[in-house]
């Protein structure tokens, strides 16, 4: 059982017999009153987000899920194709239980899949994936004002906001919980 004191971004509970990942979390204490925690969750099963506010005290179940880490294959029309290192198992899973992971994906990368019920609901990517360049408008001579930036498109189909001085074919750094440029990556 986790307490609601315990609460963290990623921690998986149970709200009203259904798993859900805290996403956000912020404890209020009023002057006046008692303590409560607003949350934002996520469904594990639906994908559904919610915004809920929680008495402080309240307890909630640990959901029964299993934790597998795999590598990505390749991505079919079918969806995303994972293999497990220790059985050779290999899973498809369906691009709305992917989610935003689905723009980090790059062929043989390490991630955890999450199961409930011995169904896969989602996946966990690493912190940061380097992801080359696809296309990006060459830096203008000149045009070198500080802070600025351009867009790219990297090898999975993201977009993010880089400096002038990359190009296509570099090797970037990005982080995989805001989807920002972290750094220039050198082989």
């Known amino acids: 059982m986790y307490d609601l004191s315990e609460f963290r971004k990623g ?13 956000d979390f912020q404890h209020v204490k009023p002057g006046k009153g008692n303590q409560f925690t607003r949350t934002r969750l996520k469904n594990l099963l639906t994908g559904q987000q919610l915004e809920r506010t929680f008495k402080s005290g309240e307890r909630f179940e640990v959901p029964d ?8 294959l390749y991505k079919d029309e079918s969806g995303y194709n994972f293999m497990n290192q220790e059985t ?24 955890v899949v999450l199961f409930y019920n011995e169904r896969p609901v989602s996946i966990d990517v690493p912190k940061a994936v ?16 500080t802070g600025a930036t351009k867009h790219a498109t990297l090898e999975t189909g993201l977009v993010v906001n880089v400096p002038l001085h990359i ?18 990556v050198t082989e």
């Open 130 to 145: 380097n992801l080359k360049v696809a296309h990006t408008e060459p830096g203008v001579k000149g045009d070198r004002v």
């Open 65 to 72: 899920v299993q934790n597998i880490e795999m590598s990505f």
């Open 88 to 111: 050779f198992e290999q899973i498809c899973i369906f691009p709305q239980d992917v989610g935003d992971a689905g723009n980090y994906l790059t062929e043989n990368l390490q991630v």
């Open 167 to 184: 190009n296509e074919g570099d090797l970037l750094r990005i982080d995989t919980e805001s989807g920002a440029y972290v750094s220039r």
């Open 11 to 23: 921690l998986r509970v149970m709200v009203e017999g259904s798993p859900f990942q805290v996403l």
